[in-house]
C-alpha cells in the first residue's frame, strides 16, 4: 500500500508532506471441519499478519516492522448449491500488533474490531460469476489514546466470465463508506466525525 497525500472530506491537503509505504505479508490458516451447521459446512481461521511500515511527513519521519493485529474467526458456515454459495462470518481482530501512541508508525491499532461478513457468490453454468463479499466492522475504543474510529461498511466485488477451470476474465472493485463518527472521550471528531470513504 502507498499513500501519497493526506486529506479532508473536500480533498484539500491536511499536512503538505506526506508519504507512506506498507507492505505486509498475512499468512491464513483455515481448516474446514466434516461438520455440518444448519446444512452449512463448518470451518474456522486465523490471519497472522507481518508488516512493514515507512512514514515521512511534515511531523517527522519513522518506520517499523512486526506483527500486526492477528484476526480469527473459529465459526466460519458456507452453504454450497449447484450455481450459488453464501458464506457468513464474523471476524475477530485481536489487538496483538505493536503499538505506542508517541510513534508515527504502528503494525497494530491497540482496539478490538468485530466484523459481520456475507459473502455471495453466482456462477453460472456457462461460466458467468457474479460475486460480493459485504462487510461491517465494529470498532471498540483505543484505550491508549481514547479515541474511537467510527464503524465501515465496505463491499468487495467481482462480475467476471470463466474461459476455463484456470483463467477468467472480468472487472472487480470495492465501496468503503464509515458509517459513523470518530470519537475522543464520546466526542465526535472535527465538525463531520472524520469519517472515511
Not at 97 to 108: D, E, I, S, V
Request: proline share 3%; with cysteine.
Amino acid at each position: 500500500y502507498r499513500a501519497t497525500s493526506f486529506r479532508d472530506k473536500d480533498g484539500d491537503r491536511l499536512m503538505p508532506k506526506f508519504e507512506l509505504d506498507v507492505v505486509a505479508d498475512v499468512f491464513r490458516l483455515i481448516h474446514v471441519t466434516k461438520y455440518k451447521i444448519f446444512g452449512a459446512s463448518w470451518a474456522m481461521h486465523v490471519f497472522v499478519p507481518i508488516v512493514h511500515m515507512e512514514l515521512e511527513a511534515s511531523m517527522g519521519k519513522d518506520h517499523t516492522t512486526g506483527l500486526g493485529d492477528i484476526i480469527v474467526d473459529p465459526f466460519i458456515l458456507g452453504w454450497h448449491f449447484k450455481n450459488f454459495h453464501l458464506i457468513t462470518a464474523a471476524d475477530i481482530y485481536i489487538p496483538s500488533g505493536n503499538y505506542n501512541k508517541r510513534r508515527l508508525t504502528n503494525t497494530g491499532r491497540n482496539y478490538w474490531t468485530f466484523e459481520p461478513i456475507v459473502a455471495l457468490t453466482y456462477l453460472s453454468d456457462n461460466g458467468i460469476e457474479l460475486s460480493g463479499k459485504f462487510l461491517y466492522d465494529i470498532n471498540l475504543e483505543n484505550p491508549a489514546t481514547d479515541y474511537k474510529s467510527g464503524q465501515e461498511f465496505h463491499v468487495d466485488y467481482t462480475a467476471g466470465y470463466h474461459l476455463n477451470k484456470c483463467l477468467a476474465l472480468g472487472a472487480g472493485g470495492y465501496y468503503y463508506q464509515q458509517t459513523t463518527n470518530d470519537e475522543v472521550d464520546g466526542d465526535k471528531v472535527g465538525t463531520d466525525g472524520f469519517k472515511g470513504r
